[in-house]
């Protein structure tokens, strides 16, 4: 049975834990760090706060996110996902869709509950 070693799955989420700054609100799932902060965006957050990389229930490891508070939302559509990114090298870290769709509206606040990203331990 093939296995990784706990450090493999770190490195790789660690990323997360050090180098992401801003999560976005975006209407459909973006694939690059432009459509995640421009084409896609509805509104953004800098308080991001990603912990450090944890064991994972099943097996693996994981990320929490935490519960963002104050989105500035910038757009009007339809949230459907969300866009984790790192601004001082322009790159999008990761994406995911949000587990109920948001309408939003320009001006106003949006606000996301905790969650987590993982790697499950390979089968």
Sequence with gaps: MPSLNNRVFD???SVLDT???RIDLTSQEATTYAAATSAFTLGNSTSLSIAAPSDRSGGGREVVVA???DGSVTGNG???HYAIVDTSNNRLLA???LSASQVVASGNTFTLGSFTIG???PA
């Design 11 to 13: 490195n790789g989420l």
């Design 19 to 21: 180098e992401a700054n």
């Design 67 to 69: 519960a963002i508070s």
């Design 78 to 80: 339809t949230a459907t």
């Design 95 to 97: 994406t995911g869709s």
């Design 119 to 121: 790697i499950p331990d």
